[in-house]
């Protein structure tokens, strides 16, 4: 596993050299693109600041996928045993989804006010599509002859949904997940531009305008780095519960 | 006869989709013994599949009755009389060999349970309890199933083509292991298969079936003796017996049209 992170891991430390290099040798100024060095040194003297910031981030975008993803589930269970739901519901849903989130959120913030409310709000919206999309399919992608077999054993409806249907869509649950995850936590950030105290998206919009340029590549990185992590987490998360996996 | 345990009495079954209509099965009728191993034989599309699921109450019939212990076959179901094999094993990936065994007494609510640990001793897989089905091979996911099926004690064991998936040792080994499962029970089986020496093998009877529509060409009783013993398939009765149920197979005009 690690052997697979060489090959990457040796290309960005190429990367990061040549540009260490040419920006040297070609005197790049610090306010448009600052160096690698400059930019840790950064990390190291501001790194509690951009954490702290990153964490009121992480709390919107979680209540965000949790909210999300309960009501995605909610719909999608409905969907299966109401047609008229299931005729409804997919329509609307990606009109919802369409609407590109940096209009989205000032309608919320008319909405919610201007506390945490409508970036959790943005982030629910941005994680419910594609669990409403994947959890659809996925309880629903179940052989003809399991359903066979639960009639024959005299299954409830409820007994199919929980032993058969649930169980047989959680592959379908983790690839929506992995999608899920890193937008909650860039929607939830983006949400922050328009008007917050706090959080990744308000630091990158105040250094910015303040044309502290290392900082904000310094805030990036971090960004970067965490949704790679709560990415691999998901993944993790999915072995550990999905041991039945086919190898192929 | 007795009682019989299964009565299928001009029993048809016509699939329509949208304007097209396809009659599966036309005014069959026949009748199963308790205790009697009864084979289905027909080429692909004679209906025998869809005969099994009339039986089993999973789709209902277009005109005829079917009665299953006296009763409608959906009494029958919910009574919990039939165990069924497919094709597939249709195992449940996500559970283990044990757990896939006991999953019909933890759904709907049998009325003589046995115990799952002993089904798999019997089907031979006592150590393999905690694998996965995919880490089984084809042979072993099928004896599973069929574990499964035996676990509410059903009187009536309904088997699609169970071994069709299988290579032909297997298949074979497969069968024998059935027979004997079967002498130490006193279950019906209605067995389905496009196989005319499996059928002579390993039934009292069999019911060949012809195609479009699905109709009764012959209803056969397999004289051989019990046991069967695997060098029985080397002997002229046994070819007899299936040169005389083949007689009555009628071939697909499309494909005798260019023979001679």
Sequence with gaps: ?248 | MGRALVEVDAVSRVFTSGTARHTALEDVSFQVAPGEFVALLGPSGCGKSTLLRLIADIIPPTSGRLTVAGDSPEAARRAGLFGIVFQESVLFPWLTALANVELPLKVGRPARPRDPRELLELVGLREFAGYYPQQLSGGMRQRVALARALVTDPQLLLMDEPFAALDEITREAMGNWLLSVWGQTEKTVLFVTHSVPEAVYLADRVVVLSPAPGRIAAVLPIALPRPRRPDLKDTLPFFEQAAAVRRHLSLREDVTAGLA
């Design chain 1, 1 to 248: 596993m690690a052997r697979d992170w060489l090959l990457p891991g040796g290309v960005i430390a190429a990367l990061v050299l040549a540009w260490e290099v040419l920006g040297r040798v070609f005197a790049l100024p610090d306010y448009i693109v600052p160096l690698p060095g400059v930019i840790g040194a950064e990390l190291v003297k501001k790194g509690g600041m951009i954490l702290s910031n990153l964490w009121v981030t992480l709390l919107e975008a979680l209540g965000g996928f949790l909210l999300g993803n309960l009501v995605a589930l909610g719909l999608a269970v409905t969907s299966i045993y109401s047609p008229m739901v299931d005729r409804i519901v997919m329509p609307f849903a990606l009109a919802v989804r369409s609407i590109p989130v940096v209009a989205l959120t000032p309608l919320l913030i008319l909405l919610l006010g201007v506390d945490w409310k409508p970036k959790v709000a943005v982030a629910a919206l941005v994680v419910f599509f594609p669990t409403l999309v994947n959890m659809a399919i996925g309880l629903r992608a179940v052989d003809a002859r399991a359903f066979e077999l639960m009639h024959v054993l005299n299954a409830s409806r409820w007994q199919v949904l929980c032993r058969l249907r649930f169980p047989s869509s959680v592959p379908y649950f983790f690839a929506a997940l992995k999608v899920a995850v890193p937008s909650a936590v860039l929607g939830a950030a983006v949400a922050e531009w328009i008007n917050a105290g706090a959080g990744i998206g308000y630091l990158i919009i105040i250094a910015t305008f303040q044309f502290q340029t290392p900082l904000l590549y310094a805030t990036m990185v971090v960004v970067c780095v965490t949704t790679m992590i709560l990415y691999w987490s998901v993944g993790l998360l999915e072995r550990w519960l999905v041991p039945w996996r086919e190898e192929r």
